[in-house]
């Protein structure tokens, strides 16, 4: 394996690295961590916010995290999970040999799902779990650049295994994945079992129910964490430019905001979270935002259009797999 691959597949941080330009803070305790460097280099995150600034939006990113994970969460029916809890606790006892066991849990969970169906007859798939996973990655723009072109290079030349092995990490985002019971045949697959114990086909049951339960389905939901820390720098810039008779360390950081959330959104770019003509709008907005905020020129409403183009933005990157 080449050592460019090496850089990018080898190197696994065990904390959160907090991205381009959040190395350094603490790992947000409520999510699985993936984080890739590419290279040990301090100025990969080529951003000037200070430490006060920096630490309040990176706790702001992991709280929108949260907070996405926590929305997904009220989708959850109660009845459905306890179906599947009942359905792992018949397979542990049918391992076990208590087939008593097996079947009181599996009539648990053939009861709830008809319930389930009962009062959502037309719902496909019924959520009973979710998790959040983050995935972030410590590089410049210019490691992404240059990675992006090796791999493509494999890629012409046919080396299918180099290219994957470059391109898996280049990512930088939070994904809220959410578990969902098929009700089109869950429930036909579970309530097949109890005839199988009665018939003291156990091997063939434990491996019906294991069928079973490999059947749930997962829908992803990403949301591009550069794009979540230019949103909370904009808020934070937002405030400072409201701010009338600014005094020139206010103007100094409002402009290091602005910037630092341009790098954000260039990274976004280069992770491929979008195409060009999806970011030219919002570095023209934020030139315009530069120049009505010059010299403390203070006002109100100079962010509202990158703002809901940035939510929307972030509302589209969300997807299902």
Known sequence: ???????????????????????????????????????????????ATTDEVREPIES???????????????????????????????????????????????????????LVVARNPSLALAPVDVRMVTHDLYASVEDVERIRDRAAKHLKDGRLQDARALIEGLRSDLVVEVYNMPLATYPIAIKAITPLIDADKIDQAKRGLQNALNTVVVTQHVQPLPIIRAEHMLTRAEELAETVDREGEQNDELKRLLDDARAQLEFAQALGYGQESD??????QLQKIAQKTEGGHSGTGFFDKIRNALRSFGEDSSGAD
Do not use: N, W
């Open 279 to 284: 970011f030219k709008g919002f570095y023209e």
């Open 1 to 47: 394996m080449k050592p460019l691959v090496q850089l990018i597949a080898g190197l696994l941080a065990t904390s959160l690295v907090a991205g381009l330009c959040f190395a350094g803070m603490e790992p947000a305790q409520e999510t699985d961590k993936d984080t890739q460097c590419v290279e040990e280099q301090e100025d990969s995150a080529k951003c």
């Open 60 to 114: 702001a990113v992991k709280e929108s995290g949260s907070d996405a994970a926590s929305e997904r969460r009220k989708s959850l029916l109660k009845d459905a999970v306890a179906a599947l809890d009942e359905s792992h606790k018949a397979l542990s006892a049918l391992e076990t040999g208590d087939t008593e066991a097996a079947l009181e849990s599996l009539a648990v969970a053939a009861g709830k799902l008809d």
